[in-house]
């Protein structure tokens, strides 16, 4: 059977990968919103955040792959492969370099507090399963790479943006497989 993409042009491809990564999107938020209310935000908090730290490193593995990166290839690897991910397609989000030399990114609207906005829910409180996920993609693309949180709810410390998170390049690269369980499995 001919693939279906064959036929498309490039506006219709760039189209697709939109259109499939805010199912992504969706997709995430409709899990996670049937483990808050079956088991409770704590509960689903844990999950959450077990899920996006397996699944953020493989992402990130698939990108490192895709991109054609050097097995270490830094911060520059990190910015060639975080506008990939499903989520900085989705929203609005930039990259700046601080005075550091730190790649910090900057989701400015977020699809997930919007909508739960929308649906008169609670904001969700992001912030843990944010780290979790930037640092699982972080490691996904080079093991030296660290991740913090500067401004992600319920801590907000920058009004300007939803989320904001800072990567650094730890000077330290003997992270090993049995410190992350989770990414020595294929």
């Given at each position: 059977m ?13 189209a ?9 999107v ?9 483990c ?5 935000m704590?509960k ?30 830094g911060?520059?690897?990190l910015?060639?492969?975080l506008?990939?991910?499903f ?7 930039e ?13 400015i ?14 904001w969700?409180?992001?912030r ?9 993609f972080?490691r ?10 500067i401004?992600?709810y ?11 998170w800072?990567?650094t ?5 003997s992270?090993t ?10």
């Amino acid at each position: 059977m001919p693939s279906p993409l064959a036929a498309l042009s490039k506006n219709e491809l760039l189209a697709l990968v939109e259109c499939l990564a805010k199912n992504m999107v969706a997709l995430d938020g409709v899990w996670f919103q049937a483990c808050e209310k079956s088991d409770g935000m704590d509960k689903a908090m844990v999950l959450d955040e077990a899920v996006w730290n397996r699944f953020a490193f493989l992402e990130a593995r698939r990108f490192k792959a895709f991109l054609k990166l050097p097995e270490l290839p830094g911060l520059a690897g990190l910015r060639q492969a975080l506008p990939l991910h499903f989520n900085s397609i989705v929203n609005e989000a930039e990259m700046v370099d601080d005075a550091d030399g730190a790649l910090v990114f900057r989701t400015i609207t977020c699809r997930v507090q919007q909508a739960r906005s929308r649906q008169n829910m609670p904001w969700h409180p992001c912030r843990p399963v944010g780290l979790a996920e930037y640092s699982a993609f972080a490691r996904g693309i080079d093991e030296r790479i660290r991740c913090e949180a500067i401004s992600c709810y319920p801590v907000i410390t920058d009004s300007s943006c939803a989320c904001s998170w800072r990567f650094t390049l730890a000077a330290n690269n003997s992270v090993t497989s049995a410190e992350h369980p989770a990414e020595a499995r294929p």
